[in-house]
């Protein structure tokens, strides 16, 4: 187990340093689209909303229940948000930490590497992102296969579907990627062990989850046909479009994860020799131990590849550097080379760091001075702790600080029923004031369907049937949005008696539509 006297420092080290580098990166900058992607719908939920059913669900069904609690638990402020990230990167730095010395590493290698992880795994980001924790929990998966192995425990094998239909409920991908690995592992596990004992609680881990799932569709009265429009069959046209239009350049493919491909290349090639010419290799726990992270890690670059995301996946550079020390045993200069391999791991644990921790990449702020920034709490009490800085903030002399002050006294002087349309997801929480936004985000060509979408209409429809479940009398828009948002919600106008509505602009920030004179 991983608590125990003699690694009892180690543990306690690791969890300081792994929560306190998250709540820290968290704080230090926002690209409002991302870092609030959970904020409101969190609070949403504690106020009787539910995905799928107030908001268009394309991910993160789960995690928005799970920063629901925090906001029950701990009360709505920042703190509490950055918090749920925080927690996610102790326990991946654990669980690393447990595996490195599962694999035969010394407690010295191992804390080594767990706090590499702790610094590339979720500070890039800090608050809750559905990449990242879809990631993380199908690591999980993982973990609990390879305890399976070690332990032969049949709660270990029960685990795995679980966290595979969380990371799921996470996002789409990498978790629907990491089921076809555990489609390999099951297979060759009960090829060369012959042993089948792992079915029975493997099932019953399956049919716990689904049965929950379903349970809880039931309670809450959840139509299971917008779930599978919304987290199915609409995600999947962004898929089949992203596959289509795929152009994959030599940078995209080789540079920008130059490190991770130069430690997979020798791990590959270890793994395969191993095979070859190692005796009954295939029968040992550390035939699954190679073969899961070099599968999982092609995966997250295949993921990366197609997502056109900002790369996350850096926390893999300690894992594959842990696994090549592991298969070095009775090796020629092998404290030489392992000295090599830690100085690599080392070098670009504090590159990625600097660049996407320190310099805030993955916000777009590399090259801004995070010094010149706005404290939260002059935005809101809830927001304490947040340094606010964006790129508008310090290019445009605080522009966007100006704005947010704009729309939050129109927001909080409206009377009326409103739905508001923004990136600025943090509104309703700051206003304790449901503003039944009708999307978790805005913006790029995922977070809803587009006129060309077949999905278009039930979108649509969708926001139509908020508009008249929620008795909205007013609907704001940020300016900033632009025209299809605009055009999309002049057709809904239009279902409305003719000449009812007001459409208007409002200090330069917001466009409304007054539909208050439509439901007489």
């Known amino acids: 187990m991983i608590f125990n006297k003699s690694n009892f420092i180690f543990v306690i080290s690791l969890a300081i340093i792994s929560f306190s580098v998250n709540f820290y990166y968290a704080s230090l900058g926002v690209l409002p689209i991302d870092t609030f992607a959970f904020f409101d719908t969190g609070f949403r939920l504690t106020v009787g909303d539910l995905p799928f059913v107030d908001y268009w669900t394309i991910s993160g069904p789960f995690i928005d229940l799970l920063q629901a609690?925090?906001?029950?638990?701990?009360?709505?402020?920042?703190?509490?948000?950055?918090?749920?990230?925080?927690?996610?990167?102790?326990?991946?730095?654990?669980?690393?930490?447990?595996?490195?010395?599962?694999?035969?590493?010394?407690l010295q290698f191992s804390f080594f590497y767990a706090i590499c992880v702790?610094?590339?795994?979720?500070?890039?980001?800090?608050?809750?992102?559905?990449?990242h924790y879809s990631t993380f929990f199908s690591l999980f998966a993982i973990m609990s296969f390879l305890s399976a192995l070690k332990y032969e425990k049949d709660i270990y094998w029960f685990l795995i579907?679980?966290?595979l239909f969380i990371a799921f409920l996470c996002k789409q991908t990498p978790a629907a990627?990491?089921?076809f690995l555990f489609i390999i592992n099951f297979s060759l596990y009960?090829?060369?062990?012959?042993?089948?004992?792992?079915?029975?609680?493997?099932?019953?881990?399956?049919?716990?989850?689904?049965?929950?799932?379903?349970?809880?569709?039931?309670?809450?009265?959840?139509?299971?046909?917008?779930?599978i429009i919304q987290y199915v069959l609409y995600p999947r046209t962004i898929a089949l479009n992203r596959i289509t239009e795929w152009h994959l350049s030599f940078n995209k493919a080789v540079s920008t994860l130059k490190l991770i491909h130069l430690l997979l290349l020798p791990l590959?090639?270890?793994?395969?020799?191993?095979?070859?010419?190692?005796?009954?290799?295939?029968?040992?726990?550390?035939?699954?131990?190679?073969?899961?992270?070099?599968?999982?890690?092609?995966?997250l670059i295949l993921h990366q590849w197609i997502t056109l995301n900002f790369i996350f996946i850096f926390f893999l550079i300690p894992y594959l550097c842990s696994m090549i020390q592991i298969n070095l045993y009775n090796i020629k200069y092998r404290k030489i080379i392992i000295s090599i391999i830690l100085s690599f791991c080392l070098v670009g644990t504090i590159k990625y760091h600097s660049r996407f921790n320190q310099e805030r990449k993955m916000l777009n702020l590399e090259n801004v001075n995070l010094n010149n920034f706005y404290a939260g709490n002059k935005i809101s009490t809830s927001l304490n702790g947040l340094k606010w800085v964006t790129r508008d903030y310090v290019l445009e002399n605080k522009n966007d600080i100006d704005k947010i002050f704009r729309i939050?006294?129109?927001?909080?002087?409206?009377?009326?029923?409103?739905?508001?349309?923004?990136?600025?997801?943090?509104?309703?929480?700051?206003?304790?004031?449901?503003?039944?936004?009708?999307?978790?985000?805005?913006?790029?060509?995922?977070?809803?369907?587009?006129?060309?979408?077949?999905?278009?209409?039930?979108?649509?429809?969708?926001?139509?049937?908020?508009?008249?479940?929620?008795?909205?009398e007013i609907i704001y828009v940020d300016i900033v949005l632009?025209?299809?948002?605009?055009?999309?919600?002049?057709?809904?106008?239009?279902?409305?008696?003719?000449?009812?509505?007001?459409i208007g602009k409002i200090e330069g920030v917001l466009v409304f539509y007054d539909i208050s004179n439509c439901y007489q």
Not at 284 to 293: P, R, S, V
Request: charged fraction near 15%; include cysteine; hydrophobic fraction near 45%.
């Open 482 to 502: 632009g025209n299809y948002h605009l055009d999309m919600l002049s057709e809904i106008v239009e279902q409305f008696p003719s000449g009812c509505a007001n």
């Open 118 to 131: 702790a610094f590339l795994a979720n500070p890039s980001m800090g608050t809750p992102f559905p990449d």
């Open 190 to 227: 009960s090829l060369i062990k012959k042993n089948f004992k792992f079915i029975k609680p493997v099932i019953l881990g399956t049919l716990v989850s689904i049965t929950l799932f379903l349970l809880l569709i039931w309670f809450y009265q959840i139509d299971l046909m917008n779930i």
């Open 69 to 106: 609690f925090y906001f029950s638990v701990l009360g709505v402020s920042w703190n509490s948000y950055i918090l749920n990230g925080s927690i996610i990167n102790l326990i991946i730095t654990l669980i690393s930490y447990n595996f490195f010395k599962k694999t035969g590493l010394s």
């Open 268 to 299: 590959i090639l270890i793994f395969l020799k191993n095979i070859l010419f190692q005796n009954n290799y295939i029968y040992k726990n550390e035939f699954f131990y190679n073969l899961n992270i070099i599968i999982f890690s092609i995966l």
């Open 408 to 472: 939050k006294s129109i927001l909080k002087n409206e009377k009326k029923n409103i739905m508001f349309l923004s990136n600025y997801n943090f509104f309703s929480s700051i206003l304790k004031k449901n503003l039944n936004s009708p999307n978790r985000w805005y913006g790029g060509d995922v977070a809803h369907p587009k006129k060309n979408n077949p999905y278009y209409k039930e979108y649509k429809i969708f926001n139509y049937d908020l508009i008249l479940k929620k008795k909205i």
């Open 161 to 163: 579907p679980i966290f």
């Open 177 to 179: 990627y990491i089921i």
